[in-house]
């Protein structure tokens, strides 16, 4: 009677581990196909292909400002100082402006800086401020650019680099390769209980 009982919990865990394991690779197989569908695409989307180094020229605060609309209404309209940094690209000999991300270019074209949080408009100026020092500071820093040369504004920073799927891809292939062994030890474990039952039967 024991016996049975623990044959049928090592059964029943069996199938729990089981299904984990095809469970593990199947979060892999969404996380690989989300990771295929958004952020390859973003990534193709960006023009800024190349990296180079720049020699900032200019980085200053304009007097009128941007604005961020986060609402149809007027009160939530926020105004935040807008800081314009050109460089020299050094690789085609161009002053050009620069964006710190692709958001940037998107949100607001007018600005190369967007603070990352809005509602305190003292904290957004310092945030701005400590951007336009860092770039007076660092008279040459790595840009991104176009290279066919029909986009001749520059980035800062990309959000998707090549380097960036490595980082990506390697949570779902952790989970792929634990998923596919933890079914292949239970195929395992249970071709050596099929073999020493067929032992034991041979032996009676």
């Given at each position: 009677?024991?016996?049975?009982?623990?044959?049928?919990?090592?059964?029943?865990?069996?199938?729990?581990?089981?299904?984990?394991?095809?469970?593990?690779?199947?979060?892999?197989?969404?996380?690989y196909l989300f990771i295929g569908i958004v952020l390859v695409y973003l990534h193709r989307r960006s023009v800024w292909a190349d990296k180079s180094e720049c020699d900032v020229v200019k980085a200053n605060i304009k007097e009128d400002q941007c604005s961020s609309i986060e609402g149809s209404e007027d009160k939530y309209i926020f105004h935040y100082p807008c800081l314009e940094v050109y460089v020299n690209l050094t690789h085609l000999g161009q002053v050009v402006m620069l964006y710190y991300t692709e958001q940037t270019v998107e949100r607001n074209p007018k600005c190369s800086y967007i603070p990352l949080v809005m509602g305190n408009y003292e904290q957004?100026?310092?945030?701005?401020?400590?951007?336009?020092?860092?770039?007076?500071?660092?008279?040459?820093?790595?840009?991104?650019?176009?290279?066919?040369?029909?986009?001749?504004?520059?980035?800062?920073?990309?959000?998707?680099?090549?380097?960036?799927?490595?980082?990506?891809?390697?949570?779902?292939?952790?989970?792929?390769?634990?998923?596919?062994?933890?079914v292949i030890l239970v195929k395992l474990n249970q071709y050596l209980a099929l073999v020493s039952a067929r032992q034991r039967r041979t032996v009676m």
């Open positions: 009677m024991l016996r049975k009982k623990l044959v049928a919990a090592q059964k029943r865990g069996e199938t729990r581990a089981l299904w984990l394991g095809l469970g593990m690779m199947a979060c892999s197989a969404m996380m957004v100026q310092q945030q701005v401020e400590e951007a336009r020092d860092y770039f007076r500071m660092n008279q040459r820093i790595p840009c991104h650019y176009d290279p066919s040369g029909e986009e001749k504004s520059v980035l800062f920073k990309r959000l998707y680099p090549p380097e960036g799927f490595l980082i990506a891809f390697a949570c779902p292939s952790m989970l792929l390769i634990g998923g596919i062994l933890i």
